[in-house]
């Protein structure tokens, strides 16, 4: 059972367009939300996390979005650049430390 | 930020052989290790979740005896896939993590069994 589900599978934005990815949750118990971005043939690197009291937090042009209510939750890439053109994983934890469960990726290409 | 050196980045070896991967945390001690294996252009499949000084927990179908896990310290755990065929050649991603702090992940090794 996918304890996280993540879409679209895949994404294409023109450059300077939003990027949006959506992932959402059963587990009430879950209480940390990061992101991850992959580029090929490299690890996840952690891009932008949040935890249910807040609706929102932004990392420069990076925003997650938290519906906590709908158990969603969204990345928002503002002003998209063929550099980020990558993998975006969401993931939830009960508490850091615990399991993390991934969603099933997002491969984003933004074309100039 | 925390760093997780995953080393080596690529391995080739032929079947049969066994290969070792490390994964150490740099600037902090980490009490989970996780090993995640990752097809081309697929999620994260977790292998196994290990705590510094016990056992490693396997995920369900994964290969016990194949996957050897030790994790010997708070900074280093290691992956040995055992009489390696080509059918394991994958990339291999190493996380860890401190309560209360972030999961991150190394660089990935590529192994490829020929």
């Known amino acids: 059972q996918q304890q996280v589900k993540q879409s679209p599978q895949s994404l294409i934005v023109q450059k300077g367009g939003i990027s949006i990815i959506n992932c959402a949750y059963e587990?009430?118990?879950?209480?940390?939300f990061p992101w991850y971005q992959q580029f090929p043939g490299k690890g996840p690197a952690l891009l932008i996390a949040?935890?249910?009291?807040?609706s929102e937090k932004k990392e420069g042009r990076f925003t997650i979005s938290f519906n906590k209510s709908a158990k969603q939750f969204s990345l928002h890439i503002m002003d998209s650049q063929p550099g980020d053109s990558a993998t975006y994983f969401c993931a939830a934890s009960g508490y850091t430390g615990n399991q993390f469960y991934f969603g099933t990726g997002t491969s984003l290409t933004v074309i100039p | 930020g925390a760093v997780v050196s995953q080393h080596p980045s690529w391995v080739i070896c032929k079947s049969g052989t066994s290969v070792k991967i490390e994964c150490r945390s740099l600037?902090?001690?980490?009490?989970?290790m996780f090993w995640y294996r990752q097809f081309p252009k697929q999620s994260l499949m977790l292998m196994a979740t290990s705590n510094e000084g016990s056992k490693a927990t396997y995920e369900q179908g994964v290969e016990k005896d194949k996957f050897l896990i030790n994790h010997a310290s708070l900074t280093l755990s290691t992956l040995t896939v055992t009489s390696a065929h080509p059918e394991d050649s994958s990339f291999y991603i190493c996380?860890?993590?401190?309560?209360?702090?972030?999961?991150?992940f190394g660089n990935g090794t590529r192994l490829t069994v020929t």
């Open positions: 600037d902090f001690q980490a009490t989970t």
């Open positions: 587990n009430t118990a879950f209480d940390y």
């Open positions: 996380s860890a993590v401190q309560a209360d702090s972030p999961l991150h």
């Open positions: 949040i935890r249910p009291d807040v």
